[in-house]
């Protein structure tokens, strides 16, 4: 297991290492107090050490592939692709585990680009402490996850000096405020209706070549078919077949590493090739027959 601390991650790496483990994420400064990083790793990993970002910075991460589990505060996190972490944690320490093929895009902010533009905390508070964590976990919406696709890509790509980074990565922070002020204040759903969601989202996911319908996911989940999307909005931050799409989207990213274009929509499912690489297009940012090429 490697030790190590965030002030030696994210920063420059050499060119040879960048983007080869999460020890080397693609990292760029894109502003004066805005920055991105690119993590990624094709086998497992586990990595442990303190958060000593100095000056203190504000972080948020969203899940691009595989699942990753997160130890900090005597607390165990676990995130899966689409979800979005908000944290500020100064000399915290720390214990990630990754999945194999996982990635992560991951912006930084400081406190005081923040006050420079007049952006209050996604929290509330007037000014930050030194010994005042925070630490939020939603869904990426629609808006956020476009926007980290976007910018993963540039930083894969050394393009990341302009506008267009720092628009993407503050429209990540802008998305992520704004649904960290709206999230409701302790979960209306009980323990009872929280289990249901989670059996209906593995019935959900459980192929991904025919989505059930929303009558069939409510009559297996217990739920009235109100309450089952407004629980998955709720619990997983998005509709059922959104959610279905994304992780849809995310498996064919898997089986293009092996297969066709024609072979990968078949399997998931799709008769029109047309209608597969818009959706693919649509999810990921690229037409599949490129990410094949590239990947």
């Given at each position: 297991m490697h030790h190590v601390r965030s002030s030696h991650i994210h920063r420059q790496q050499p060119e040879h290492l960048a983007g080869q483990s999460l020890l080397h994420p693609l990292y760029s400064r894109l502003y004066n107090g805005l920055s991105a990083g690119f993590f990624s790793s094709a086998l497992p990993a586990t990595l442990q050490g303190e958060m000593d970002d100095c000056p203190a910075v504000l972080r948020c991460s969203i899940i691009l592939s595989g699942t990753c589990?997160?130890?900090?505060?005597?607390?165990?996190?676990?995130?899966?692709?689409?979800?979005?972490?908000?944290?500020?944690?100064?000399?915290?320490?720390?214990?990630?585990?990754?999945?194999?093929?996982?990635?992560?895009?991951?912006v930084h902010i400081t406190p005081e680009l923040?006050?420079?533009m007049h952006t209050p905390l996604p929290w509330g508070a007037a000014d930050l402490s030194p010994q005042t964590p925070f630490f939020s976990s939603l869904k990426a919406n629609a808006s956020v996850h476009k926007a980290?696709?976007?910018?993963?890509?540039?930083?894969?790509?050394?393009?990341?000096?302009?506008?267009?980074?720092?628009?993407?990565?503050?429209?990540?922070?802008?998305?992520?405020?704004?649904?960290?002020?709206?999230?409701?204040?302790?979960?209306?759903?009980?323990?009872?209706?929280?289990?249901?969601?989670?059996?209906?989202?593995?019935?959900?996911l459980s192929r991904m070549d025919k989505a059930p319908t929303i009558i069939e996911l409510a009559r297996y989940s217990g739920l009235n078919a109100t309450r089952l999307k407004m629980g998955f909005r709720i619990l997983f931050g998005?509709?059922?077949?959104?959610?279905?799409?994304?992780?849809?989207?995310?498996?064919?990213?898997?089986?293009?590493?092996?297969?066709?274009?024609?072979?990968?929509?078949?399997?998931?499912?799709?008769?029109?090739?047309?209608?597969?690489?818009?959706?693919?297009?649509?999810?990921?940012?690229?037409?599949?027959?490129?990410?094949?090429?590239?990947?």
């Open positions: 589990e997160i130890i900090f505060g005597g607390k165990t996190h676990q995130f899966h692709a689409r979800d979005v972490a908000t944290a500020y944690l100064p000399a915290t320490r720390f214990q990630i585990a990754t999945s194999a093929d996982f990635s992560c895009l991951e923040l006050q420079d980290a696709t976007g910018l993963c890509q540039s930083l894969r790509k050394n393009q990341t000096n302009g506008p267009l980074s720092c628009a993407a990565a503050l429209t990540i922070l802008g998305q992520s405020f704004e649904q960290i002020e709206a999230a409701p204040q302790g979960s209306p759903l009980s323990r009872h209706e929280k289990a249901c969601l989670h059996q209906a989202r593995s019935f959900l998005c509709g059922p077949y959104s959610l279905f799409q994304a992780h849809r989207m995310e498996h064919a990213k898997t089986l293009l590493k092996t297969h066709s274009v024609t072979e990968t929509a078949m399997e998931l499912g799709y008769s029109n090739m047309s209608h597969f690489s818009a959706a693919f297009k649509r999810q990921i940012g690229k037409a599949p027959h490129l990410y094949r090429k590239e990947g």
